[in-house]
């Protein structure tokens, strides 16, 4: 194990090191690869709570399979205690790689320390960790959520005449956030309240976790819609809660789109169905396709090369008619 974890520390300080000495023949190794150096990579991935987060599964899976890359692969179901039993039990068996998208910011710098010290490079894929020492992690991979929340705020403030739907004078926003915690929720809030400060008839008056999913979103609208009336706008972080309230709009008799304007954030197939149909107004767009790059880097670090600390996704927005146009071609 020595040998091997020696010989993977080694690997990563010589960059000329050739990959093959990374899987030593090593039995105890396990699964650190066979002699012809394929790559093990642990991944511990958050859940299936979202359209999102399958597409992103689904990307990492199969660049992994084309590029001969063997990944084992962990859902945490959303729990940060099973992510990180995840990442122990790759130390254990002694991966080249571990790769996560952490459930939430903070906690998990114990166990980052211990894939330090066990001479296993971590890269951060789709959300950000909160640590002091960043040399826990080679680089992190995945969007700017603030921008993203920001695009959200900067089209509702350009439309906010039309946004108040009610005619009061104000545009009432309710907020669907995401998971407590998570990079996302607290990134995309922050983005979305910078912007709409610019204009102060508009006013997030309830803000409430649906945790990323459509059932979150369905729940926390319901409620809302029964202690508010004078509801223009929803701000949802993710097409998956958006289409919650959807369900939760229609069901109180009101039209999405147009009795209350929604704006979410994500861009899958169904939220740019939905866009495309009127009942949501704009999407912003976080890319979940992170397998290609993620390998790329993979192998990098494994090199020995030089890698960014910091890799963002590029990303758009779509307008109702924008969605109509690109549907056809989505790949998520
Ligand atoms: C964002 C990602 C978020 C998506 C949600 O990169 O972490 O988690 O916006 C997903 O759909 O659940
Ligand atoms: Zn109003």
Redesign the pocket.
């Known amino acids: 194990m020595v040998k091997k974890t020696l010989v993977a520390a080694t690997a990563i300080s010589l960059s000329t090191f050739a990959l093959t000495s990374c899987g030593s023949s090593n039995a105890e190794s396990g699964s650190g690869g066979d002699d012809d150096g394929t790559i093990t990579m642990g991944f511990a991935q958050v859940g299936a709570e979202s359209g999102w987060r399958t597409a992103n599964t689904k990307s990492i899976q199969e660049t992994a399979e084309a590029e001969g890359i063997d990944l084992k692969f962990t859902d945490a179901q959303g729990k940060q205690e099973n992510q990180i039993q995840a990442i122990r039990s790759y130390i254990q068996q002694k991966v080249d790689v571990i790769a996560f998208s952490p459930v939430v910011e903070t906690g998990f710098d114990a166990v980052l320390q211990e894939a330090k010290a066990a001479g296993i490079p971590v890269i951060l894929t789709d959300r950000a960790v909160d640590v002091e020492d960043t040399s826990l992690y080679e680089t992190f991979l995945g969007s700017d959520f603030v921008l993203e929340g920001e695009k959200a705020g900067e089209w509702l403030v350009e439309n906010a005449k039309e946004a108040?739907?009610?005619?009061?004078?104000?545009?009432?926003v309710v907020q669907l956030e995401g998971t407590t915690g998570a990079a996302p929720a607290i990134d995309r809030a922050e983005g979305f309240a910078d912007k709409i400060a610019a204009d102060d008839t508009i006013e997030v008056t309830a803000s409430q976790t649906g945790d990323f999913t459509r059932d979150g979103g369905k729940q926390v609208m319901e409620s809302f819609l029964q202690s508010d009336d004078?509801i223009?706008v929803v701000f949802a972080h993710n097409d998956d809660m958006g289409l919650g309230a959807i369900e939760a709009i229609e069901a109180a008799g009101l039209e999405p789109g147009k009795d209350i304007q929604i704006i979410t954030i994500d861009a899958v197939k169904d939220g740019m169905q939905a866009l495309a149909d009127g009942k949501i107004n704009y999407i912003v767009e976080c890319n979940p396709l992170l397998g290609p790059q993620l390998m790329d880097l993979a192998k990098k670090v494994l090199d020995g090369e030089e890698v960014p600390e910091r890799v963002v996704t590029e990303e758009s927005a779509f307008t109702q008619e924008q969605a109509k146009e690109v549907l056809p071609d989505r790949q998520y």
């Open positions: 108040d739907v009610d005619g009061d004078g104000t545009v009432n004078s223009d």
